[in-house]
Protein backbone atom coordinates (compact mmCIF):
# COMPACT_ATOMS: atom_id res chain seq x y z
CA UNK A 1 0.00 0.00 0.00
CA UNK A 2 1.52 3.25 -0.85
CA UNK A 3 -0.71 5.38 0.76
CA UNK A 4 -1.51 7.88 -2.32
CA UNK A 5 -4.28 9.83 -2.58
CA UNK A 6 -6.09 11.40 -5.82
CA UNK A 7 -7.24 14.49 -4.04
CA UNK A 8 -3.35 15.51 -3.44
CA UNK A 9 -2.48 17.08 -6.66
CA UNK A 10 -0.61 20.13 -8.04
CA UNK A 11 -3.19 21.23 -10.62
CA UNK A 12 -3.31 24.83 -10.57
CA UNK A 13 -0.92 26.08 -8.19
CA UNK A 14 1.82 28.37 -9.08
CA UNK A 15 5.18 26.68 -8.10
CA UNK A 16 6.36 28.22 -4.76
CA UNK A 17 10.04 27.53 -4.15
CA UNK A 18 9.25 27.26 -0.11
CA UNK A 19 7.36 23.40 -1.04
CA UNK A 20 8.96 20.59 -1.89
CA UNK A 21 8.80 19.12 -4.98
CA UNK A 22 5.83 16.42 -6.09
CA UNK A 23 6.26 13.35 -5.84
CA UNK A 24 5.49 11.15 -8.90
CA UNK A 25 5.02 7.26 -9.32
CA UNK A 26 5.08 5.16 -12.38
CA UNK A 27 1.31 4.92 -13.59
CA UNK A 28 0.12 6.70 -10.31
CA UNK A 29 -1.33 10.47 -9.64
CA UNK A 30 1.10 13.18 -8.11
CA UNK A 31 1.14 13.03 -4.78
CA UNK A 32 2.23 17.00 -2.66
CA UNK A 33 2.42 17.64 0.63
CA UNK A 34 -0.70 18.19 2.19
CA UNK A 35 -1.29 21.84 4.07
CA UNK A 36 2.70 22.44 2.82
CA UNK A 37 1.20 25.08 0.14
CA UNK A 38 2.95 28.14 1.77
CA UNK A 39 2.23 29.94 4.39
CA UNK A 40 1.58 32.72 1.67
CA UNK A 41 -1.16 31.12 -0.37
CA UNK A 42 -2.62 29.57 2.43
CA UNK A 43 -3.91 33.14 3.96
CA UNK A 44 -4.03 34.61 0.41
CA UNK A 45 -6.88 32.57 -0.06
CA UNK A 46 -8.97 34.03 2.85
CA UNK A 47 -8.16 37.88 1.32
CA UNK A 48 -11.77 38.42 2.18
CA UNK A 49 -11.15 38.07 6.09
CA UNK A 50 -8.33 40.20 5.86
CA UNK A 51 -8.75 43.34 7.24
CA UNK A 52 -5.36 44.51 8.22
CA UNK A 53 -6.76 45.95 11.53
CA UNK A 54 -3.82 46.03 13.28
CA UNK A 55 -2.42 48.53 11.14
CA UNK A 56 -4.55 51.32 12.77
CA UNK A 57 -3.94 49.41 16.14
CA UNK A 58 -7.58 48.25 16.41
CA UNK A 59 -8.72 44.25 16.79
CA UNK A 60 -11.43 42.72 14.25
CA UNK A 61 -14.35 41.38 15.74
CA UNK A 62 -15.19 39.45 12.58
CA UNK A 63 -15.15 35.60 13.43
CA UNK A 64 -11.97 33.25 13.11
CA UNK A 65 -11.59 31.21 10.75
CA UNK A 66 -10.06 28.66 12.36
CA UNK A 67 -10.40 27.70 16.04
CA UNK A 68 -7.69 24.75 17.62
CA UNK A 69 -9.66 23.43 20.57
CA UNK A 70 -7.25 21.55 23.68
CA UNK A 71 -10.31 19.04 24.72
CA UNK A 72 -8.15 17.62 27.23
CA UNK A 73 -4.87 17.82 29.13
CA UNK A 74 -5.50 14.47 30.40
CA UNK A 75 -2.88 11.93 27.97
CA UNK A 76 -2.31 8.37 27.61
CA UNK A 77 1.67 8.81 26.82
CA UNK A 78 4.31 9.54 29.18
CA UNK A 79 6.12 11.68 26.83
CA UNK A 80 10.06 12.67 28.28
CA UNK A 81 9.60 15.87 25.92
CA UNK A 82 6.13 17.23 26.17
CA UNK A 83 6.03 20.67 26.21
CA UNK A 84 2.82 20.77 28.38
CA UNK A 85 4.11 19.04 31.38
CA UNK A 86 4.69 21.68 33.63
CA UNK A 87 1.03 23.41 32.82
CA UNK A 88 -1.37 20.76 33.09
CA UNK A 89 -2.90 19.34 35.73
CA UNK A 90 -5.46 16.70 34.34
CA UNK A 91 -7.96 19.30 32.95
CA UNK A 92 -10.88 17.89 30.93
CA UNK A 93 -13.91 20.56 28.87
CA UNK A 94 -16.52 19.79 30.81
CA UNK A 95 -19.33 18.06 28.54
CA UNK A 96 -21.88 20.97 28.58
CA UNK A 97 -19.36 23.38 28.00
CA UNK A 98 -18.19 21.73 25.08
CA UNK A 99 -21.88 21.06 23.74
CA UNK A 100 -22.12 25.10 23.88
CA UNK A 101 -18.64 25.67 22.57
CA UNK A 102 -19.82 23.32 19.79
CA UNK A 103 -23.42 25.57 19.26
CA UNK A 104 -21.38 28.65 18.99
CA UNK A 105 -18.93 26.96 16.55
CA UNK A 106 -21.41 26.07 14.15
CA UNK A 107 -23.22 29.87 14.45
CA UNK A 108 -20.37 30.85 13.19
CA UNK A 109 -20.67 29.44 9.97
CA UNK A 110 -19.60 30.08 7.08
CA UNK A 111 -16.75 32.62 8.19
CA UNK A 112 -15.40 30.02 10.63
CA UNK A 113 -14.31 27.14 8.20
CA UNK A 114 -11.80 24.43 9.87
CA UNK A 115 -11.41 23.43 13.67
CA UNK A 116 -8.82 21.65 14.69
CA UNK A 117 -8.34 19.20 18.16
CA UNK A 118 -5.18 19.02 19.15
CA UNK A 119 -4.03 19.17 23.05
CA UNK A 120 -1.85 19.36 25.59
CA UNK A 121 -3.19 15.76 26.36
CA UNK A 122 -4.74 13.55 24.14
CA UNK A 123 -8.02 14.60 22.43
CA UNK A 124 -9.86 11.25 21.82
CA UNK A 125 -9.56 10.60 25.40
CA UNK A 126 -12.53 12.99 25.97
CA UNK A 127 -15.92 11.60 26.21
CA UNK A 128 -17.12 14.31 23.61
CA UNK A 129 -14.75 14.05 21.41
CA UNK A 130 -16.83 12.31 18.61
CA UNK A 131 -20.08 13.21 19.23
CA UNK A 132 -18.09 16.92 18.52
CA UNK A 133 -16.66 15.87 15.24
CA UNK A 134 -19.83 14.98 13.94
CA UNK A 135 -21.86 17.80 14.66
CA UNK A 136 -19.35 20.22 13.23
CA UNK A 137 -18.89 17.97 10.04
CA UNK A 138 -22.37 18.21 9.70
CA UNK A 139 -22.50 22.02 10.16
CA UNK A 140 -20.20 21.93 7.06
CA UNK A 141 -17.17 22.80 9.26
CA UNK A 142 -13.53 20.57 8.10
CA UNK A 143 -11.85 18.38 11.25
CA UNK A 144 -8.60 17.94 11.92
CA UNK A 145 -6.82 15.98 14.20
CA UNK A 146 -3.34 15.38 16.11
CA UNK A 147 -3.12 12.57 17.99
CA UNK A 148 -0.88 9.98 18.86
CA UNK A 149 -2.76 7.10 17.62
CA UNK A 150 -2.66 4.78 20.59
CA UNK A 151 -6.68 4.95 21.06
CA UNK A 152 -9.02 3.98 17.97
CA UNK A 153 -12.24 2.46 19.32
CA UNK A 154 -14.94 2.35 16.68
CA UNK A 155 -16.65 5.75 17.85
CA UNK A 156 -13.15 7.36 16.94
CA UNK A 157 -12.53 5.45 14.10
CA UNK A 158 -15.70 6.58 12.84
CA UNK A 159 -15.34 10.31 13.57
CA UNK A 160 -11.81 10.50 12.09
CA UNK A 161 -13.81 9.75 8.50
CA UNK A 162 -15.61 12.74 9.20
CA UNK A 163 -12.25 14.35 9.21
CA UNK A 164 -10.45 16.57 6.29
CA UNK A 165 -7.22 15.11 7.89
CA UNK A 166 -5.77 13.12 10.68
CA UNK A 167 -2.04 13.55 11.71
CA UNK A 168 -0.47 10.60 13.79
CA UNK A 169 2.33 11.46 16.11
CA UNK A 170 3.90 8.53 16.02
CA UNK A 171 7.41 10.26 16.35
CA UNK A 172 9.70 7.94 16.48
CA UNK A 173 10.86 4.87 13.61
CA UNK A 174 12.02 2.54 16.18
CA UNK A 175 10.16 1.02 18.68
CA UNK A 176 12.54 0.57 21.44
CA UNK A 177 13.60 4.45 20.81
CA UNK A 178 9.23 5.14 21.31
CA UNK A 179 9.11 3.27 24.65
CA UNK A 180 12.02 4.73 25.90
CA UNK A 181 11.07 8.30 25.22
CA UNK A 182 7.37 8.22 24.73
CA UNK A 183 5.55 5.15 26.22
CA UNK A 184 7.66 3.81 29.05
CA UNK A 185 4.75 2.50 30.99
CA UNK A 186 3.71 0.23 28.32
CA UNK A 187 5.39 -1.65 25.23
CA UNK A 188 2.49 -2.17 23.29
CA UNK A 189 1.36 1.57 22.42
CA UNK A 190 4.05 1.58 19.27
CA UNK A 191 2.50 -1.33 17.41
CA UNK A 192 -1.15 -0.15 18.85
CA UNK A 193 -0.31 3.09 16.80
CA UNK A 194 1.15 1.59 13.52
CA UNK A 195 -2.13 -1.18 13.84
CA UNK A 196 -4.93 1.90 14.29
CA UNK A 197 -3.03 3.93 11.14
CA UNK A 198 -3.36 0.68 9.29
CA UNK A 199 -7.15 0.43 9.84
CA UNK A 200 -7.64 3.63 9.26
CA UNK A 201 -6.53 3.93 5.77
CA UNK A 202 -8.00 0.33 5.25
CA UNK A 203 -11.46 2.21 6.40
CA UNK A 204 -11.44 5.40 4.67
CA UNK A 205 -10.95 3.30 1.00
CA UNK A 206 -14.44 2.16 1.83
CA UNK A 207 -16.23 5.40 1.57
CA UNK A 208 -14.29 6.84 -0.92
CA UNK A 209 -10.32 8.14 -1.41
CA UNK A 210 -8.18 10.32 0.59
CA UNK A 211 -11.50 10.94 3.21
CA UNK A 212 -9.48 11.24 5.82
CA UNK A 213 -5.49 12.86 4.50
CA UNK A 214 -3.52 10.41 6.64
CA UNK A 215 -0.38 12.24 7.97
CA UNK A 216 2.73 10.30 10.34
CA UNK A 217 4.62 12.90 12.18
CA UNK A 218 7.78 12.44 13.13
CA UNK A 219 10.21 14.21 15.96
CA UNK A 220 14.25 14.03 14.93
CA UNK A 221 15.61 13.67 18.15
CA UNK A 222 19.53 12.56 18.97
CA UNK A 223 17.60 8.85 18.73
CA UNK A 224 16.23 9.36 15.43
CA UNK A 225 19.10 11.55 13.24
CA UNK A 226 20.97 8.39 11.48
CA UNK A 227 20.59 7.85 7.68
CA UNK A 228 18.84 4.70 8.34
CA UNK A 229 15.89 5.75 10.55
CA UNK A 230 14.94 8.82 8.62
CA UNK A 231 14.64 6.73 5.77
CA UNK A 232 12.64 4.29 7.92
CA UNK A 233 10.24 7.39 8.67
CA UNK A 234 9.14 6.98 4.94
CA UNK A 235 9.03 2.90 4.98
CA UNK A 236 6.50 3.14 7.83
CA UNK A 237 4.36 6.14 6.51
CA UNK A 238 4.13 3.84 3.25
CA UNK A 239 3.65 0.58 5.06
CA UNK A 240 0.75 1.61 7.02
CA UNK A 241 -1.18 3.21 3.99
CA UNK A 242 -0.59 7.31 4.73
CA UNK A 243 -0.47 9.96 2.76
CA UNK A 244 2.63 11.82 4.22
CA UNK A 245 5.49 12.16 6.45
CA UNK A 246 5.61 14.96 8.87
CA UNK A 247 9.38 15.57 10.55
CA UNK A 248 10.19 18.05 12.54
CA UNK A 249 12.88 18.81 14.84
CA UNK A 250 12.96 18.66 18.83
CA UNK A 251 14.08 21.47 20.77
CA UNK A 252 13.92 22.78 23.99
CA UNK A 253 14.88 19.74 25.31
CA UNK A 254 18.60 19.59 25.59
CA UNK A 255 18.51 15.96 26.40
CA UNK A 256 17.01 15.29 23.30
CA UNK A 257 17.92 17.44 20.81
CA UNK A 258 19.47 16.59 17.57
CA UNK A 259 23.70 16.88 17.75
CA UNK A 260 23.89 16.01 13.79
CA UNK A 261 25.58 19.02 11.93
CA UNK A 262 22.98 20.07 9.52
CA UNK A 263 25.37 19.88 6.64
CA UNK A 264 24.87 16.23 6.89
CA UNK A 265 21.21 16.19 7.06
CA UNK A 266 21.40 18.70 3.64
CA UNK A 267 22.99 16.00 2.13
CA UNK A 268 20.67 13.01 2.89
CA UNK A 269 18.07 15.73 1.35
CA UNK A 270 18.40 13.83 -2.68
CA UNK A 271 18.55 10.30 -1.19
CA UNK A 272 15.17 11.05 1.03
CA UNK A 273 13.39 12.65 -2.12
CA UNK A 274 14.28 9.19 -4.02
CA UNK A 275 12.89 7.27 -1.46
CA UNK A 276 9.48 9.00 -1.17
CA UNK A 277 9.13 9.01 -4.94
CA UNK A 278 9.91 5.44 -5.11
CA UNK A 279 7.31 4.47 -2.43
CA UNK A 280 5.04 6.96 -3.50
CA UNK A 281 5.08 9.03 -0.18
CA UNK A 282 5.25 12.41 0.06
CA UNK A 283 7.01 14.33 3.22
CA UNK A 284 8.42 17.86 4.05
CA UNK A 285 12.05 16.87 4.61
CA UNK A 286 12.96 20.45 3.29
CA UNK A 287 10.89 22.19 5.39
CA UNK A 288 12.38 20.03 7.85
CA UNK A 289 15.80 21.20 7.07
CA UNK A 290 14.78 25.22 7.49
CA UNK A 291 12.78 25.03 11.12
CA UNK A 292 16.45 22.79 12.00
CA UNK A 293 18.16 25.80 10.85
CA UNK A 294 16.06 28.24 12.70
CA UNK A 295 16.36 26.16 16.04
CA UNK A 296 20.16 26.13 15.84
CA UNK A 297 20.70 29.56 14.64
CA UNK A 298 18.47 30.91 17.50
CA UNK A 299 15.37 31.96 15.65
CA UNK A 300 14.72 35.82 15.99
CA UNK A 301 11.68 36.84 17.46
CA UNK A 302 8.98 38.45 15.49
CA UNK A 303 9.88 41.89 13.51
CA UNK A 304 7.07 43.80 15.22
CA UNK A 305 4.97 44.17 18.36
CA UNK A 306 2.37 43.30 16.64
CA UNK A 307 0.48 40.18 15.84
CA UNK A 308 -1.85 40.74 12.66
CA UNK A 309 -3.35 36.75 13.14
CA UNK A 310 -4.46 37.61 16.66
CA UNK A 311 -5.20 41.30 15.68
CA UNK A 312 -7.29 40.15 12.69
CA UNK A 313 -9.02 37.63 14.34
CA UNK A 314 -8.11 34.85 12.09
CA UNK A 315 -7.50 32.47 14.61
CA UNK A 316 -8.91 31.41 18.28
CA UNK A 317 -7.89 28.43 20.71
CA UNK A 318 -9.73 26.87 23.58
CA UNK A 319 -7.99 25.22 26.43
CA UNK A 320 -9.02 22.14 28.11
CA UNK A 321 -9.52 24.72 31.42
CA UNK A 322 -12.39 26.32 29.36
CA UNK A 323 -10.17 29.55 28.38
CA UNK A 324 -10.64 30.98 25.14
CA UNK A 325 -7.01 32.23 24.16
CA UNK A 326 -4.87 33.90 21.26
CA UNK A 327 -2.90 30.92 20.25
CA UNK A 328 -1.30 28.08 20.94
CA UNK A 329 1.70 29.84 23.25
CA UNK A 330 -0.29 31.70 25.39
CA UNK A 331 -1.39 28.32 27.69
CA UNK A 332 1.96 28.69 28.67
CA UNK A 333 1.38 32.17 29.93
CA UNK A 334 -1.61 31.15 32.53
CA UNK A 335 -4.58 32.99 32.00
CA UNK A 336 -3.18 36.24 32.46
CA UNK A 337 -3.73 36.62 28.53
CA UNK A 338 -7.39 34.58 28.22
CA UNK A 339 -10.02 36.58 26.45
CA UNK A 340 -12.00 34.81 28.70
CA UNK A 341 -13.57 31.22 29.53
CA UNK A 342 -16.30 28.78 28.73
CA UNK A 343 -18.01 28.73 32.14
CA UNK A 344 -18.30 32.57 32.91
CA UNK A 345 -19.43 33.50 28.80
CA UNK A 346 -20.42 31.95 26.05
CA UNK A 347 -17.41 31.88 23.19
CA UNK A 348 -19.38 34.69 21.16
CA UNK A 349 -19.36 36.99 24.12
CA UNK A 350 -15.55 36.81 24.57
CA UNK A 351 -14.75 37.09 21.01
CA UNK A 352 -16.95 40.52 20.72
CA UNK A 353 -15.66 41.34 24.53
CA UNK A 354 -13.67 44.42 26.02
CA UNK A 355 -11.41 42.30 27.43
CA UNK A 356 -10.30 39.93 23.72
CA UNK A 357 -9.75 43.40 22.45
CA UNK A 358 -7.49 44.38 25.36
CA UNK A 359 -5.34 41.24 25.69
CA UNK A 360 -4.80 40.94 21.63
CA UNK A 361 -3.68 45.09 21.34
CA UNK A 362 -1.95 44.53 24.33
CA UNK A 363 0.50 41.68 22.67
CA UNK A 364 3.65 42.22 22.26
CA UNK A 365 5.12 39.62 20.02
CA UNK A 366 8.58 40.94 19.27
CA UNK A 367 9.74 39.93 22.76
CA UNK A 368 7.67 37.43 24.35
CA UNK A 369 6.54 35.24 21.02
CA UNK A 370 9.90 33.42 20.01
CA UNK A 371 9.50 30.16 17.98
CA UNK A 372 5.92 31.06 17.24
CA UNK A 373 4.48 28.53 14.27
CA UNK A 374 2.85 32.33 13.15
CA UNK A 375 6.27 33.92 12.59
CA UNK A 376 6.02 33.64 8.87
CA UNK A 377 2.28 34.14 8.85
CA UNK A 378 2.86 37.07 10.73
CA UNK A 379 5.97 38.59 8.38
CA UNK A 380 3.94 37.94 5.22
CA UNK A 381 1.16 40.01 6.56
CA UNK A 382 3.38 42.78 7.85
CA UNK A 383 4.57 42.57 4.18
CA UNK A 384 1.35 42.72 2.28
CA UNK A 385 0.29 45.71 5.00
CA UNK A 386 3.55 47.40 3.97
CA UNK A 387 2.45 47.06 0.15
CA UNK A 388 -0.94 47.38 0.46
CA UNK A 389 -1.13 50.72 2.35
CA UNK A 390 2.75 52.65 1.31
CA UNK A 391 3.78 51.92 5.12
CA UNK A 392 0.77 54.66 5.91
CA UNK A 393 -3.02 54.26 5.61
CA UNK A 394 -3.04 54.77 2.14
CA UNK A 395 -3.78 52.71 -0.44
CA UNK A 396 -1.21 51.93 -2.90
CA UNK A 397 -1.47 52.42 -6.13
CA UNK A 398 -2.45 48.68 -7.99
CA UNK A 399 -3.56 47.56 -4.70
CA UNK A 400 -7.07 48.70 -4.73
CA UNK A 401 -7.99 46.95 -7.95
CA UNK A 402 -7.98 43.14 -8.61
CA UNK A 403 -6.88 40.32 -6.02
CA UNK A 404 -3.89 39.98 -3.47
CA UNK A 405 -3.52 36.52 -4.50
CA UNK A 406 -2.72 38.03 -8.28
CA UNK A 407 -0.86 40.73 -7.35
CA UNK A 408 1.08 38.05 -5.03
CA UNK A 409 1.54 35.35 -7.29
CA UNK A 410 -0.13 33.00 -5.19
CA UNK A 411 -2.53 30.81 -5.46
CA UNK A 412 -3.42 27.52 -3.46
CA UNK A 413 -5.15 24.14 -4.90
CA UNK A 414 -8.26 23.78 -3.16
CA UNK A 415 -7.76 19.96 -2.76
CA UNK A 416 -5.03 20.50 -0.43
CA UNK A 417 -6.93 18.99 2.81
CA UNK A 418 -5.15 21.75 5.18
CA UNK A 419 -6.18 25.12 3.25
CA UNK A 420 -8.59 25.90 5.66
CA UNK A 421 -6.43 24.99 8.52
CA UNK A 422 -4.57 28.33 9.59
Known amino acids: MTGRSPSLTAAGRVPDPTEPAPIESAGAP ?8 STKARLLRHEPDLRFAW ?3 EVSTQAPISVEIHLTNVCNLRCTFCAFGQVRHQEMLPADLLATLVDDLVGLTPTLK ?8 EPTVHPGFAEAVGRLADAGIEIGVITNGVRMPAAVLAAFLRCAWVRFSLDAPDPAHYQKVLSPHDPKNYDRVLKHMTQLSAARGQGGPGAPVIGVAYLVDRGCQTDELLLKCLDIGAQVGADYVHYRPIFLTPALEPTRPLEQLRALAPVIEAHGRKLGIAHQYAKFLGNYDKVIAQQPNARDARCPVVAD ?25 AFGNLGQQRFADIWHG ?5 VAAAIDAKNTCPFCRFQAANAMLHNLG ?12 GYEQGSLEQNMGYTVDPTDPHWKFL
Not at 323 to 333: E, G, K, Q, R
Request: glycine share 20%.
Open 354 to 358: PLRQK
Open 55 to 57: LTG
Open 313 to 337: GLIAMVGATGDVLPCYAHIMHGKKT
Open 30 to 37: TVTMPGQS
Open 386 to 397: DQRTGGGLHMTP
Open 114 to 121: AVVFSGGG
